[in-house]
């Protein structure tokens, strides 16, 4: 878990993408990568369900696999 940067802080989900091996696509850390053939896109484990952040979404690692998800007042 070392190798993700920022996790307890509140991370734009995208950001995170980069620290994961792409090759792997079951749940890792609750975060599972998902791919086709023009997209990539990160679900997080939130309540026990898999979550797709929105384009403001910001998310947050709770510990033992558990995230957090907030907004961005940013456009």
């Known amino acids: 878990m ?3 940067p920022n996790i307890y ?3 734009d989900p ?3 993408l980069n620290a994961f091996d792409t090759n792997i696509y ?4 609750g975060v599972k ?3 086709s053939a023009s997209e990539q896109m990160l679900l997080f ?3 026990g369900r898999y979550v797709l952040p929105h384009k ?6 709770k510990g033992n696999g ?3 998800m907030g907004w961005s007042d940013e456009s």
Do not use: G, M, P
């Open 56 to 61: 403001n979404d910001l998310v947050k690692y």
């Open 66 to 68: 558990k995230w957090e």
């Open 45 to 47: 484990k939130i309540n």
């Open 9 to 11: 802080d509140w991370n």
């Open 14 to 16: 995208y950001d995170i």
């Open 2 to 4: 070392k190798d993700l």
């Open 33 to 35: 990568y998902v791919t």
């Open 26 to 29: 079951k749940d890792k850390f």
